[in-house]
């Protein structure tokens, strides 16, 4: 006989499944709007897909109705990337006739709001965000990127209205860049398509997108995508359909659906925002880990009057994929030593690497809780450790980090502080550097490291075992950055050469290397994405540069080993750029660079600046640029992997 306990417990547990079921017999409800130029869209198909790696599965579909409305309930994969793609309908803004060539696009995340607009402003920002996760199949690209790639969508629109983001718009972006504007373009050149704003309307967009020899966008979501893929494209052309579109007529404004609008052709089609808080100021180094977060270290304090002779040094930042900062305002993470960070951060297990520049030292930290887990001092090598720039891990995670003062190199095997040497010193006649830079390693388990000193710049390259077996090759003057392309080239930043040497496997300089662009003005930092192009930071002109790297038949039609793809004078501009170090990938193809001097006048000007500029050495904050790039695992460990 049951007692009754038990019958009670089994009603209880009965009433907890049952409560179950109808939840899950719930599942996602979910309704939006389809518009174009803010008026409804009526009979337009909508689908609902779940976004995963390797292959994409349509939820549901319907049509809306004469408001442009849809309604689905459905039970998605716990952690599916959502995404609506909307075509065809009758647009209310237009003549009110069909229009097959409608593609509207909105991806919606893990947790998509109840209510959602589907309209030109969500499929921009959603193209921008995804394009490198986006192919034949649907939205199917590597499960990291497919989650930052959503979770980037907010910073340029709100899902719920199909009106502005957050991030687009605030202080840091809305007046300070022209990517709200760019962003309110595109959305009027996909509106003036979709509500047929002139003949041919749809016509002229696809053949302004397109880049022969791929075939022409067929909807102006496929349109949107091609100038995402391609956006140092035709920019002129689809710039000058503006005018076209929605002429003003003598009027001082145009009757365009989105403002602001451009009036003036930009450089490229690239979409920046930039991104503060968390104790950024003066960003140098950036390491990205495995869930996407950026990692960096801080020159200076955010708000003292530091400057080149004379700093208070800042701390460690997190920021997460999309942008929010998640270490505490102005003083970011301390302890452990950390005190104005260099070029060099790395991680290694569950724990990031920082070297000192102002400190002397390395710092370790668990990031887990950002707990210190060096000494208050960080680890100085008993005091022989000067100013400290890159720091990276080797294949078998030994950790390396250059000391650019004193010229030698220090060595943490297995990141053991107690078994840590200095190899490389004045006083090693088989291995020699002379004010190292940055260092990188290669498929072969060699390190590489830049010498800046003065004089011709050369690069050191031994292999991780025997330092005693050195070699020297000749590059550019002051080289900083490098990294390894999965050849197993090298590309260098020569700072004061202002170009980019290009070093083959065996150490001869590739033909054509060194290469040069107007754009590239005192690089600095230097990333290979997946499809081995090269990323150049350019510290001088303020520009984002793409390089054509070892394997030309991945860059586009009539572009070489060493040309930019980017334009050659303007590079990628925008986002509120300042004077730039680091260039990293994520595993969505955003490409993040630190902004670290703002007014070089600040920086190294008068002993005593103005009090208005005396704050304004630091850069401020990290941009990052949507989509640019083929996608790279993370963290970063020897030459660039695919996710």
């Not at 701390?315 to 929010?324: E, F, I, L, Q, R």
């Not at 710092?363 to 680890?379: E, Q, T």
């Amino acid at each position: 006989m049951k007692t009754l306990g038990t019958i009670k417990l089994t009603l209880c547990l009965l009433a907890v499944l049952m409560l179950t079921t109808r939840i899950q017999a719930a599942g996602l409800a979910l309704s939006g709007e389809v518009q174009g130029s803010h008026q409804a869209i009526a009979g337009s198909q909508v689908r609902l897909f779940a976004g995963a790696p390797g292959k994409a599965t349509l939820l549901a579909e319907g049509q809306t109705d004469a408001a442009g409305r849809f309604s689905f309930n459905v039970q998605p994969a716990p952690g599916a990337i959502l995404y609506l793609i909307a075509s065809g309908g009758r647009p209310r803004a237009g003549a009110g006739a069909a229009n097959s060539a409608i593609g509207l696009f909105a991806v919606l995340g893990s947790a998509p709001p109840s209510h959602v607009v589907v309209n030109e402003l969500t499929t921009v920002a959603s193209a921008w965000s995804a394009v490198r996760l986006y192919g034949s199949g649907g939205l199917t690209g590597n499960a990291t990127g497919l989650r930052i790639a959503a979770g980037n969508v907010p910073s340029l629109v709100d899902l719920t209205t199909g009106g502005f983001g957050g991030p687009v718009q605030d202080p840091l972006n809305g007046a300070q860049s022209t990517t709200l504007a760019r962003f309110a373009t595109l959305g009027d050149l996909l509106a003036g398509c979709i509500d047929q704003a002139v003949a041919g309307a749809c016509a002229d967009l696809f053949s302004a997108a397109r880049l022969s020899p791929e075939p022409a966008p067929s909807d102006t979501f496929g349109a949107a995508l091609a100038i995402a893929r391609h956006p140092w494209h035709n920019t002129q052309a689809l710039f000058n359909l503006l005018a076209k579109f929605y002429p003003a007529n003598g009027a001082p404004y145009t009757a365009a659906p989105f403002a602001p609008y451009l009036s003036y052709a930009p450089s490229t089609w690239a979409l920046a925002i930039r991104f503060g808080g968390g104790g950024l100021n003066a960003p140098g180094g950036i390491s990205i880990d495995g869930e996407g977060n950026l990692w960096s270290t801080n020159n200076f304090l955010p708000g003292s009057q530091s400057r080149l002779q004379q700093a208070l040094g800042g701390h460690v930042s997190k920021t997460a994929p999309d942008g929010k900062p998640l270490s505490p305002a102005t003083f970011g993470f301390v302890g452990g030593g950390i005190v104005g960070g260099g070029f060099g951060i790395a991680i290694r297990g569950g724990d990031l690497w920082a070297g000192n520049y102002q400190g002397d030292s390395v710092s370790v930290l668990r990031m887990s809780d950002a707990a210190p887990l060096s000494p208050p001092s960080g680890y100085t090598l008993g005091g022989k450790l000067g100013h400290l720039q890159g720091l990276i891990l080797d294949l078998k995670s030994n950790v390396w980090v250059v000391d650019n003062s004193n010229s030698q190199v220090a060595l943490f095997p297995d990141g053991d502080p107690a078994r840590a040497r200095l190899l490389c010193g004045q006083d090693d006649p088989k291995c020699h550097v002379s004010h190292p830079f940055h260092l990188a390693v290669d498929q072969k388990n060699q390190i590489w490291i830049t010498n800046g000193g003065t004089g011709p710049g050369s690069v050191t390259r031994f292999p991780a075992d025997q330092p005693e077996l050195a070699e020297q090759f000749p590059v550019g003057k002051s080289p900083k950055g490098i990294a390894i392309d999965s050849q197993g080239d090298a590309w260098i930043a020569n700072f004061e050469s202002s170009t980019v040497s290009h070093l083959l496997p065996d150490g001869r300089p590739a033909p054509g290397s060194p290469y040069k662009a107007l754009s590239i003005v005192t690089p600095w930092g230097i990333a290979v994405d997946g499809d081995d192009h090269v990323w150049v930071a350019a510290f001088g002109s303020k520009k984002l540069v793409e390089l054509c790297g070892s394997r030309p038949e991945l860059c586009p039609p009539g572009v070489t080993t060493g040309q930019p793809i980017s334009p050659e004078k303007s590079g990628y501009d925008g986002g509120g750029l300042q004077h730039i170090t680091a260039v990293v990938i994520d595993p969505a193809g955003n490409v993040w660079v630190a902004n670290n001097w703002d007014d070089p006048q600040a920086c190294a000007g008068p002993k005593e600046p103005t009090e208005t500029a005396s704050t304004l050495c630091g850069g401020n904050g990290l941009v990052v640029f949507l989509g640019l790039a083929k996608p790279v695992a993370t963290p970063l460990l020897g030459p660039p992997r695919l996710p």
